[in-house]
């Protein structure tokens, strides 16, 4: 069944049938986590994140996400709510400068959709994560890529991401929007 429905896909863009290396393209790839204080909507973007992905197209089982991102690179457009997420009761940046995600296993569960099973640290807390996806290919300014796109929630309390005042939810939900699209080339 796998190989039925990505088949297509491997005859689109000629790739080998063997695991492949592909690294983000930071310029084309965005990473965004979306709250809410006091019942108001707020966006925010991690940059510069790091990833490499090992994917066999005709295996997809066997693959291996490494996504390393820096902290204290996030944007807010509001100065004075980045100090607020960098300071040592939500990310302390300066203790912990960065979170990552794992996966070392993916499943197929429908033509383009794959979902990863890994681990997220953030502030040195690792927790399980099943990371559902949609992977497409592209052909992007003459160069072969795939774009991974997902939507998934995490729970800032269980990273410790809200220490002190900030433990309560009161103002700041638990619940923390992650938006990824990301576009990534064969290395």
Same mark, same amino acid.
């Given at each position: 069944?796998?190989?039925?429905? &990505?088949?297509?896909?491997?005859?689109?863009?000629?790739?080998?049938?063997?695991?492949?290396?592909?690294? =983000?393209?930071?310029?084309? +790839?965005?990473?965004?986590?979306?709250?809410?204080?006091?019942?108001?909507?707020?966006? *925010?973007?991690?940059? @510069?994140?790091?990833?490499?992905?090992?994917?066999?197209?005709?295996?997809?089982?066997?693959?291996?996400? !490494?996504?390393?991102?820096?902290?204290?690179?996030?944007?807010?457009?509001?100065?004075?709510?980045? @100090?607020?997420?960098?300071?040592?009761?939500?990310?302390?940046?300066?203790?912990?400068?960065?979170?990552?995600?794992?996966?070392?296993?993916?499943?197929?569960?429908?033509?383009?959709?794959? !979902?990863?099973? *890994? +681990?997220? !640290? =953030?502030?040195?807390?690792?927790?399980?994560? +099943?990371?559902?996806?949609? &992977?497409?290919?592209?052909? @992007?300014?003459?160069?072969? *890529?795939?774009?991974?796109?997902?939507?998934? !929630?995490?729970?800032?309390?269980?990273?410790?991401?809200?220490?002190?005042?900030?433990?309560?939810?009161?103002?700041?939900?638990?619940?923390?929007?992650?938006?990824?699209?990301?576009?990534?080339?064969?290395?």
């Amino acid at each position: 069944m796998r190989k039925l429905c &990505l088949a297509p896909l491997l005859l689109l863009v000629s790739l080998p049938a063997a695991a492949q290396t592909w690294v =983000i393209d930071k310029g084309q +790839s965005k990473v965004i986590f979306h709250y809410t204080y006091t019942g108001d909507p707020y966006q *925010g973007e991690f940059r @510069n994140v790091d990833a490499v992905f090992e994917i066999d197209p005709m295996n997809p089982g066997s693959c291996n996400f !490494t996504v390393t991102i820096p902290i204290g690179e996030l944007w807010l457009d509001s100065p004075e709510a980045i @100090n607020y997420l960098l300071d040592i009761e939500l990310f302390d940046v300066d203790q912990f400068p960065t979170a990552s995600f794992e996966a070392v296993e993916c499943r197929l569960t429908s033509m383009d959709s794959f !979902t990863s099973n *890994g +681990s997220l !640290t =953030i502030r040195n807390v690792t927790r399980p994560m +099943s990371f559902p996806f949609t &992977l497409g290919i592209e052909n @992007n300014d003459g160069r072969i *890529g795939f774009r991974l796109q997902s939507n998934v !929630t995490i729970r800032r309390l269980e990273f410790g991401v809200g220490q002190g005042y900030w433990a309560s939810t009161a103002e700041i939900p638990n619940d923390i929007g992650i938006e990824v699209d990301i576009f990534a080339y064969r290395q």
